[in-house]
């Protein structure tokens, strides 16, 4: 599936329409058949809301969610202490 590769956007700290933006842009504009939204810890509520408002306000009819995957993830933070962040990735595909 190396046809994913471009068409990931990460959730961040941008302003919200940002990301449903780029995620219609995807779609429309680069003919993506899906489009994966990742992201970790306190942004995964606003991926799963990006993921929302794309397919059913902008998208409606044409695109709805196809996979949904959970996972976490162990790092050491700036203290050396393990910390675990949880992720999150939805794909989106076209209908």
């Known amino acids: 599936m190396a046809e994913n ?39 995964i509520s606003r991926a799963v809301d990006v993921a929302e408002v794309a397919a059913k306000r902008f998208l409606e009819g044409n695109v709805e969610i196809k996979d949904i995957k959970i ?4 790092f050491d933070n700036k203290e050396g202490r393990k910390v675990r962040v949880s992720s999150i990735e939805i794909t989106l595909g076209k209908k």
């Open 5 to 43: 590769d471009d068409h990931t956007v990460f959730i961040g700290n941008k302003p919200f329409m940002n990301y449903v933006t780029g995620v219609v842009m995807q779609f429309t504009t680069q003919g993506a058949s899906e489009v994966i939204i990742k992201s970790r810890g306190k942004f």
């Open 71 to 74: 996972d976490s993830e162990e």
